[in-house]
């Protein structure tokens, strides 16, 4: 592959309903710009999914880290993902870009479902890889507080052997990085990681959307990707047999493919 630099950046934004907020994020690449939300695994599970996308694609890749993750700090007053979505929104101002394509696994797929309903002209696509967001009750998200990391993995992963490790053996300042982490998702999404009221608003979503899902996530079922498709009018689903919950480690090429694919039909700012 090419090798791409990459570059970090912290940009203060202020919002009217949380003040000031520091946002750290890392950019790479050059071309259509692809806003990249991480899910709770933090930024470093979505860092080779962006690698992949620039040295493959005219792609230019931004990754905030979620104000909490990664050891960044976050405003007392920041505490919903309703909140962040428009602290985002707000970043695409700041950075002044257009025909951007957002796309959010877990956790940052909600972020991405939120920014789709502010409707930012400066978004041309969104795409969901296994989000969260969603109540529905016949299909529950796992409740992801109670689980060990080994049964996180045995439910996040199509093959999990590929990918479990023994959190026991990390380095201390590591242990504490992953728990602050899990502490601001719970802060962000809950125990139940879904906001109730979020089904009924998504067909009031205008731009394109692609819903992307593992079917071997048995973290939040595939029937919830398939209930924000049926949602959001004209929405697009697309599964992938051999992924769980992160599809950007266990089938990257598969994602970027229809990521790519996707995102360049829909772009509005063709050369």
């Known amino acids: 592959m090419t090798r791409i630099d990459t570059t970090t950046s912290t940009h203060t934004l202020t919002s009217p309903k949380t003040g000031k907020v520091d946002v750290s994020l890392t950019e790479r690449g050059h071309g259509h710009p692809f806003l990249l939300l991480h899910g709770g695994?933090?930024?470093?599970?979505?860092?080779?999914?962006?690698?992949?996308?620039?040295?493959?694609?005219?792609?230019?890749?931004?990754?905030?880290?979620?104000?909490?993750?990664?050891?960044?700090?976050?405003?007392?007053?920041?505490?919903?993902?309703?909140?962040?979505?428009?602290?985002?929104?707000?970043?695409?101002?700041?950075?002044?870009?257009?025909?951007?394509?957002?796309?959010?696994?877990?956790?940052?797929?909600?972020?991405?479902?939120?920014?789709?309903?502010?409707?930012s002209e400066r978004i041309s696509s969104v795409v969901l890889v296994d989000a969260v967001g969603l109540q529905i009750d016949a299909h529950p998200i796992v409740d992801f507080f109670s689980l060990t990391m080994d049964q996180v993995a045995s439910l996040s992963y199509y093959q999990p052997e590929a990918f479990r490790f023994d959190v026991t053996a990390l380095p201390e300042p590591q242990k504490a990085l992953m728990g602050a982490n899990r502490a601001?998702?719970?802060?962000?999404?809950?125990?139940?990681?879904?906001?109730?009221?979020?089904?009924?608003?998504?067909?009031?979503?205008?731009?394109?959307?692609?819903?992307?899902?593992?079917?071997?996530?048995?973290?939040?079922?595939?029937?919830?990707?398939?209930?924000?498709?049926?949602?959001?009018?004209?929405?697009?689903?697309?599964?992938?047999?051999d992924a769980g919950h992160l599809p950007q480690l266990e089938t990257p090429d598969q994602l970027h493919r229809a990521v790519w694919n996707f995102a360049d039909k829909h772009a509005t700012n063709r050369p």
Do not use: C, K
């Open 41 to 119: 695994a933090g930024p470093q599970s979505v860092t080779g999914f962006a690698e992949l996308l620039t040295t493959t694609e005219n792609a230019h890749v931004i990754i905030p880290t979620h104000p909490g993750f990664g050891g960044t700090p976050r405003p007392e007053g920041l505490t919903r993902i309703a909140a962040l979505a428009e602290v985002y929104s707000r970043l695409l101002d700041e950075l002044d870009l257009i025909d951007v394509t957002v796309i959010g696994n877990s956790i940052g797929g909600w972020i991405a479902a939120e920014m789709a309903l502010l409707g």
């Open 184 to 241: 601001a998702l719970l802060t962000y999404g809950g125990t139940t990681m879904a906001d109730p009221g979020l089904l009924e608003r998504l067909p009031a979503i205008t731009v394109a959307t692609l819903v992307i899902w593992g079917a071997a996530d048995r973290i939040v079922p595939p029937e919830h990707g398939r209930a924000y498709a049926d949602s959001i009018p004209n929405a697009q689903f697309h599964l992938i047999h």
